[in-house]
């Protein structure tokens, strides 16, 4: 079974400020990685994508890898009311197509 | 790049009857797949839709309930059959395609989804 964990939250951080969410997995043959935005009543927006160990920064959203932990990252600098939404962090297997989500984490920031 | 549409985009069933959504993208793609979000939950994949052949189900999901059909590249139906209100969910189709029609291969894109409330 593979799994992907996330802290549900909700993480609360102010206008401004840098939110940090966090994602670990079971399965060490998983290959790729992804972070999807889902705002209220709407359907997942692929934000970054990751393959490699190490940082990967897209304006102000940085993924972090780390395979020899199985934990990914999803930083955003100068967080914004607009970022106020649900992260899914999704992950792929070495020749498979289908995902696995974790449960989301649910991000406000505040003005 | 692709523009993912579904229809209809809400709907409210008696248990006991069958809706079928349908998933069309503007361009060919190569992978279809369709996602149940129950409320408050993460998404769960429900089948990848093969076109010409059956679709390839997940743990827990089988044809009798969920019957699929993709008869071309760019078309895919999702029937939820003898509903119950546990099947009241949000149903989601995605695609993929490693031929450049969408903005990254290996990356799935998201239709906007069907809000499915059973009574």
């Known amino acids: 079974q593979k799994e992907v964990e996330q802290n549900s939250g909700p993480l609360s951080v102010p206008e401004g400020a840098i939110a940090s969410l966090n994602c670990t997995y079971s399965d060490r043959v998983s290959q790729s990685f992804f972070w999807y935005r889902q705002y209220s009543g709407k359907s997942p927006e692929l934000i970054m994508s990751?393959?490699?160990?190490g940082d990967k920064e897209d304006g102000r959203f940085t993924a972090q890898l780390n395979k020899a932990s199985q934990y990914v990252s999803l930083l955003i600098r100068d967080s914004q009311p607009s970022d106020s939404a649900t992260y899914l962090c999704?992950?792929?297997?070495?020749?498979?197509?289908?995902?696995?989500f974790g449960t989301g984490t649910r991000l406000t920031v505040i003005p | 790049s692709a523009v993912i549409s579904q229809k209809p985009s809400r709907d409210i069933c008696q248990r006991g009857t069958s809706l079928t959504i349908q998933c069309q993208v503007d361009?060919?793609?190569?992978?279809m797949f369709w996602y149940r979000q129950q409320p408050g939950q993460s998404l769960t994949l429900i089948a990848t839709?093969?076109?010409?052949?059956?679709?390839?189900?997940e743990s827990g999901f089988v044809i009798d309930k969920f019957p699929i059909s993709r008869p071309n590249l760019t078309f895919s139906t999702l029937t939820v059959s003898n509903m119950s209100p546990e099947d009241s969910s949000i149903y989601l189709c995605?695609?993929?395609?490693?031929?450049?029609?969408?903005?990254?291969?290996?990356?799935?894109?998201f239709g906007p989804g069907t809000r499915l409330t059973v009574l």
């Open positions: 839709a093969n076109q010409g052949s059956e679709a390839t189900y």
């Open positions: 361009s060919q793609v190569t992978m």
């Open positions: 990751i393959y490699s160990n």
């Open positions: 999704a992950v792929k297997g070495s020749g498979a197509n289908n995902l696995f």
């Open positions: 995605s695609v993929e395609d490693q031929g450049g029609r969408v903005p990254r291969p290996d990356t799935q894109y």
